[in-house]
Nanobody
Framework: QVQLVESGGGLVQPGGSLRLSCAAS????????MSWYRQAPGEQRELVAT???????DYIDSVRGRFFIAADSVKDTMYLQMNSLKPDDTAVYYC???????????WGQGTQVTVSS
């Protein structure tokens, strides 16, 4: 069982930055595939960024070059640094963890990000 807790969301103006955190209850890096998802009102949840078990990263086109994943293995925490934020980035952001070779995905409770002037 893995528990994930997100934090760091809030209200920010267009062009601003936020850093989201996803704290895990156990050692996860190199055993789990970690991901950030987001869900805007009335929209389906979409995958935003992934950190693989060998610490490779991947991003969807709309955030590549603006969002960056970082991992702190001592704190068992994954971060999502979000720069040059746009109103279209407004959503609830969730982190997830899936053990390599397994199908079950653990989810955090989500954190709201609102980009507005």
């Amino acid at each position: 069982q893995v528990q994930l807790v997100e934090s760091g969301g809030g209200l920010v103006q267009p062009g601003g930055s936020l850093r989201l955190s996803c704290a895990a209850s156990t050692s996860i890096f190199r055993f789990y595939i970690m991901s950030w998802y987001r869900q805007a009102p009335g929209e389906q949840r979409e995958l935003v960024a992934t950190l693989t078990e060998d610490l490779n990263t991947d991003y969807i086109d709309s955030v590549r070059g603006r969002f960056f994943i970082a991992a702190d293995s001592v704190k068992d925490t994954m971060y999502l640094q979000m720069n040059s934020l746009k109103p279209d980035d407004t959503a609830v952001y969730y982190c997830s963890a899936r053990r390599v070779g397994k199908t079950h995905e653990y989810w955090g409770q989500g954190t709201q990000v609102t980009v507005s002037s």
